[in-house]
């Protein structure tokens, strides 16, 4: 599939460090991209990479084939960004926000008042529209600057936190419309929500100390912990001599406890078996057992490398 946005090394440093480390990838047109990590290790610097609204301290962005720093005024216009902190005019409606950033990018009348329609119906902001900016919820400031980020048709979309503030209808409208833009638009967003990240992906870039340290969809991500459930038991009483034993037992894979809580990972349910004859003359008061999903990946000390 023909590349949307390549990176080729791009590097970009704050002071003595390093905030993004000599990235190479592609991203695909028509794809849906969500990158994710702790707070405070890059993801927005590497969205202002992405969009040019910062140049890389070395190595090249190029969009669809264009070389972003370069070829600027070219580029400009094929992207469509909405930052996570609101940037509204707070002296201007809604509508005036929306119109003057349709202006600066030449957008016609006929297609800047089509637009707006479309997109405020579907994110249900046309009573707010004539609204102060200053005056109006988080939440609907965000699905306003969603809406101007698309007044100019760009053929990529990057969003950082796009449902950030929102209520659960607004979110789920939110992710209505920019499904329904997938595929026509390349669509690369940042988010907290990892539930949020494994219902709206085609692809999952997990971002850590400057670095792409997973890449792929879910299924991808957690093949090499497809086999694994996580357990939690909790005890009467875990003593130190029966949680010494627990974890020697040589199925039980990254052993842990909080007070009277066993909690561990295991190929299959089984392990269960092998702890409770371990644990025979300990009352047990509760067991959970769930397959990982991506949380437990990102949580899990071997985010690196699997459970193995």
């Not at 202002?48 to 400009?76: I, W």
């Not at 669509?187 to 709206?200: K, M, R």
């Not at 850590?208 to 093949?223: H, T």
């Not at 040589?250 to 052993?255: D, R």
Request: with cysteine; hydrophobic share 40%.
């Amino acid at each position: 599939m023909e590349a949307s946005i390549t990176l080729k090394k791009v590097g970009k440093l704050i002071g003595d460090k390093t905030i993004v480390a000599g990235l190479s990838f592609g991203i695909e047109r028509g794809t849906l991209v969500a990158i994710v990590g702790a707070n405070d290790t890059g993801k927005s610097t590497l969205l202002h990479l992405l969009s040019g609204f910062e140049n890389p301290d070395y190595g090249r962005v190029y969009l669809h084939g264009l070389d972003m720093e370069k070829r600027r005024q070219k580029t400009r216009g094929l992207i469509g960004y909405a930052p996570h902190e609101n940037d509204l005019d707070p002296w201007l409606t809604l509508e005036q926000n929306i119109r003057f950033s349709a202006y600066l990018y030449g957008v016609s009348e006929k297609d800047m008042s089509e637009r707006i329609k479309q997109f405020s119906d579907s994110l249900k902001i046309v009573p707010f529209l004539d609204e102060l900016a200053s005056q109006v919820s988080h939440g609907i400031q965000k699905k306003a600057m969603i809406v101007r980020s698309l007044i100019h048709d760009p053929k990529v979309l990057i969003l950082d936190e796009p449902t950030g503030f929102m209520d659960a209808e607004s979110i789920r409208l939110t992710w209505e419309l920019l499904k329904n833009l997938k595929g026509e638009k390349s669509i690369i967003y940042v988010s907290n929500s990892l539930t949020e990240v494994e219902q709206a992906h085609d692809r999952i870039l997990v971002f850590q100390d400057g670095r792409i340290i997973m890449d792929g969809n879910l299924d991808k991500l957690l093949e090499s912990t497809l086999d694994y459930h996580q357990f939690q038991i909790e005890f009467d009483d875990l003593t130190d001599e029966l949680y010494d034993r627990m974890c020697k037992v040589s199925t039980v894979v990254s052993p842990n406890r909080i007070d009277n809580i066993f909690h561990f990972y295991g190929r299959s349910r089984s392990v269960f078996f092998d702890i409770f004859r371990e644990a025979a003359d300990t009352m047990m008061i509760d067991l959970n057992v769930k397959k990982l999903g991506l949380r437990d990946l990102m949580d899990s000390e071997f985010a690196g490398g699997g459970l193995d």
